[in-house]
């Protein structure tokens, strides 16, 4: 079983930044998983795909979100991180943490937080 409590979330201007965490407890790594991402679903919309990384560090990330958005582990700590820059209000959205198995071409995550509210907006 595995834990994960989000954190970071908020209201933010356009243009601004934000860094969300996410805490792990418990098996993270076991079971065949072996990443960690983040996923968001804007009011109205469906849960999409935003990022993650892997055990040996390599990264994947959606279109909408290259090159502003970044994650980020510390091992020691159990944590992963989603710094987002340059932040647009169709960036707007609960905010998910997961764990589960994935390389570069696929990612299928079995654990989700409980979710952190991103808004941005004037």
């Known amino acids: 079983q595995v834990q994960l409590v989000e954190s970071g979330g908020g209201l933010v201007q356009p243009g601004g930044s934000l860094r969300l965490s996410c805490a792990a407890s418990g098996s993270i790594f076991s079971r065949g998983r072996n990443a960690m991402g983040w996923y968001r679903q804007a009011p109205g919309k469906q849960r999409e795909f935003v990022g993650t990384?892997?055990?040996?560090?390599?990264?994947n990330y959606a279109d909408s979100v290259k090159g502003r958005f970044t994650i980020s582990r510390d091992n020691a700590k159990n944590t992963v991180y989603l710094q987002m820059n340059s932040l647009k209000p169709e960036d707007t959205a609960v905010y998910y943490c997961?764990?589960?198995?994935?390389?570069?071409?696929?990612?299928?995550?079995?654990?989700w937080g409980q979710g952190t509210q991103v808004t941005v907006s004037s």
């Open positions: 997961t764990a589960g198995s994935g390389s570069v071409t696929y990612y299928s995550p079995d654990s």
């Open positions: 990384i892997t055990s040996g560090g390599v990264r």
